[in-house]
């Protein structure tokens, strides 16, 4: 893209926030990753605009290299002194550009909370069953150990079937399909 500033490239203004330049830069990436693009031709594209995607985030990521960056665009006339680029040069950001920035949903408290619960409370019957000789308490510490084991190994399913009911069942975090169906492909020529 030449003649593109790096927040063309990340589609946000000059004058954006931090954080609205890391959900932009977060979108482009899910979007030009060059492993959702499995044709040949199609991931040489998505490997050449994933470059420039991390090339403006290198820059305008970092606060230092931010403000090195916008003061050479003030000079060379690309940037107003109010952060904002000369009409000429100025360009709408994509219209779906945040759309899927913020759909992440956080798992419910259980998930994070039981399987940690459970083994502490293993850990603590074992103690009080070891000091006081009682069998049954051993073995609710082994109950409570065996719980937090199966806990700990259900809680990323929970939280991935949730994202993908969540997600309306599309499985990645864009909706956007990373690999195109056959015939929808386009071909090489030979």
């Not at 070891?130 to 510490?141: K, N, Q």
Request: net charge positive; proline share 8%; hydrophobic share 40%.
């Amino acid at each position: 893209m030449p003649g593109a500033t790096h927040y063309d490239i990340l589609g946000v203004s000059p004058n954006a926030d931090a954080v609205a330049l890391r959900k932009a830069y977060l979108h482009q990436a899910r979007m030009h990753h060059p492993d959702f693009h499995a044709v040949d031709g199609q991931r040489e594209d998505a490997e050449e605009r994933m470059r420039l995607v991390n090339e403006a985030w290198a820059v305008v990521g970092d606060t230092t290299s931010r403000e090195r960056y916008d003061r050479d665009l003030r000079l060379s006339g690309r940037l107003s002194s109010d952060g904002a680029a000369p009409a000429a040069n100025r360009r709408p950001p994509p219209a779906d550009a945040f759309a899927d920035a913020g759909s992440y949903t956080t798992p419910p408290k259980w998930i994070t909370v039981a399987p940690a619960l459970a083994l502490v409370c293993a850990f603590g019957s074992f103690v009080v069953g070891f000091m006081t000789g009682l069998a049954p308490v051993l073995a609710a510490g082994l109950v409570f150990a065996m719980l937090g084991a199966i806990l700990f190994l259900i809680a990323p399913m929970v939280a991935l079937a949730r994202s993908k009911r969540d997600d309306g069942g599309r499985g990645h975090v864009s909706g956007r399909n990373p690999s195109p169906s056959p015939s929808t492909r386009k071909r090489r020529p030979a």
